[in-house]
């Protein structure tokens, strides 16, 4: 009974393909985010949905298209993919968004690589 | 420039060790901040939560401080263990949550 789910685990891709990222919460939490970790492990956050509208864009590619529908679900949709997009990718939820973001929980990540 | 900054950014140390992990932050404004903890190949898993109005918290062997004043946090891990390698991060929360470099940590039995 994982809290954050996310699939698939690993994704290999070539270059211009379109792919999607699924990712569940069972917890009951009103805010779902996606982040990316570079390669130097950085981790940085990309979207925040909050009930399924979103909060938070942090100057991502518009070839990223989260999509949330419901609270319990946000998945991510990359189109024409690129090299640089190789990464691994967070979801996380929280209870609280906002200036007064609650604890975190996180998934284990969806390694993408870009070919 | 980095917001959030982890010194240092690796450490190895003998088993049984105290240690202290440093996290320093330039922005005043946190609401809370959060320790985490990352296996290879894994997520993250939340250890502590400190809110502003806190000035620590206390899990088992690892204690988290707050100082808003000095915009600083330590995670202290007291008599570490091999099983505490990973690598450790922290994150502020301001208007959203920003994410520390991480500290890889080995412990060697």
């Known amino acids: 009974d994982t809290a954050v789910s996310q699939t698939p685990k690993y994704l290999v891709t070539q270059m211009g393909n379109d792919k999607s990222i699924k990712c569940e919460q069972n917890l009951g939490h009103d805010t779902m985010y996606w982040y990316k970790q570079d390669s130097k492990k950085f981790l940085k956050i990309m979207f925040s949905y909050n009930n399924k509208e979103l909060i938070i864009n942090e100057t991502v590619p518009n070839r990223f298209s989260p999509k949330s529908p419901d609270k319990a679900h946000l998945n991510l949709h990359i189109n024409s993919l690129e090299l640089g997009d190789s990464a691994v990718y967070f979801c996380?939820?929280?209870?609280?968004?906002?200036?007064?973001?609650?604890?975190?929980?996180f998934g284990e990540g969806s390694r993408l690589t870009v070919l | 420039k980095q917001e959030v900054t982890q010194i240092p950014a690796a450490l190895s140390v003998p088993e049984g060790e105290n240690l202290v992990l440093n996290c320093s932050f330039t922005d005043s404004a946190i609401y809370n901040l959060q320790w985490f903890r990352q296996d290879p190949g894994k997520g993250l898993t939340s250890l502590l939560l400190i809110q502003s109005s806190q000035r620590e918290q206390t899990s088992g062997r690892l204690n988290a401080s707050l100082d808003k004043s000095s915009g600083r946090s330590t995670l202290y891990i007291a008599a570490s263990q091999p099983g505490d390698s990973a690598t450790y991060l922290c994150?502020?929360?301001?208007?959203?949550?920003?994410f520390g470099g991480g500290t890889r940590l080995m412990v060697k039995p």
């Open positions: 996380a939820s929280s209870i609280r968004t906002g200036v007064r973001t609650g604890e975190l929980f």
């Open positions: 994150a502020k929360a301001g208007n959203m949550l920003t």
